[in-house]
């Protein structure tokens, strides 16, 4: 692991008094604050914060990745324009998506699923979400993952939700989480 | 003053998925002032075996073209169900 900084931290030990730039764990510094910076401390790839102290053992209690921005879902076989928008957090491997879905009107009798998720889906696709709005007014729909990694709105007796089911001209807002593959 | 505007996709990742791989593309937008970033946001998508690469950049696309083989996009597309 590699700590950046830009001196000044340790100033009141002299083991580290003309660092400046680079510590390394192999130094093993005793570090009991880092005082507030004006810098980020950054870490190479597939590093991070190591919690293997604790119980357990492995790459399971390593804190390396951090990530928020948009997406752009996409519906499966559906033959409208639908507007849309979606954001997303990933922290460690879970990853926390929400978004917009409008339908155009268009008539479709398929499976309301939608792709283009942000990171691909680990397997087993165990993750699920919650509709949060539907100005369509169908109430009775589950937000689970398919075996393609895609997330599938279905009925609480699992029967497919379709486009046409969820309101051709509907706006659903929805939120889910799943472990990133 | 000057303000630049630039996107790059700054991560390309080939992921596994058994019988096929996906490509996981994160693109940045980056904002910059007199040559010194000030911001910069992240978009994500997934390219799958069947997505129109004429559509991605030309580094997504390549290696895109490269992953989906005949026997990848015909195990996806074979696994193309509606149902769980």
């Known amino acids: ?181 | 003053m000057a303000l630049t505007k630039t996107t790059v996709n700054d991560k390309i990742e080939v992921i596994n998925q058994g019988d096929w791989s996906v490509v996981q593309v994160r693109t940045a937008t980056i904002i910059a002032e007199d040559g010194v970033e000030i911001s910069r946001n992240f978009h994500r998508h997934v390219v799958t075996p069947d997505a129109d690469l004429t559509a991605e950049d030309a580094d997504v696309a390549d290696i895109a073209a490269a992953v989906f083989i005949d026997a990848a996009k015909a195990a996806y597309a074979a696994a193309q169900i509606d149902h769980v």
């Open chain 1, 1 to 181: 692991m590699t700590i950046k900084q830009i001196g000044g931290i340790f100033g009141r030990n002299p083991a580290f008094n003309e660092v400046g730039g680079t510590l390394t764990t192999a130094a093993q510094p005793n570090i009991t604050s880092l005082g507030t910076q004006s810098s980020d401390l950054a870490f190479a790839s597939g590093n991070g914060i190591d919690f293997s102290a604790t119980s357990g053992a492995g790459t399971s209690e390593l804190f390396d990745d951090y990530e928020e921005g948009t997406w752009t879902p996409t519906l499966n076989a559906y033959d409208g324009t639908p507007t849309v928008s979606g954001y997303y957090v990933k922290i460690g491997q879970m990853v926390y998506i929400e978004c917009s879905i409008t339908l155009d009107g268009t008539s479709d009798a398929s499976g309301y699923i939608i792709k283009s998720l942000p990171f691909s889906v680990a397997s087993p696709e165990l993750g699920g979400g919650a509709i949060n709005n539907n100005t369509g007014g169908e109430a009775d729909i589950m937000v689970g993952y398919d075996v393609n990694g895609r997330i599938r709105l279905s009925t609480s007796s699992n029967g497919n939700q379709t486009y046409n089911s969820i309101g051709v001209s509907s706006t659903i807002k929805l939120n889910a989480q799943y472990r990133a593959a």
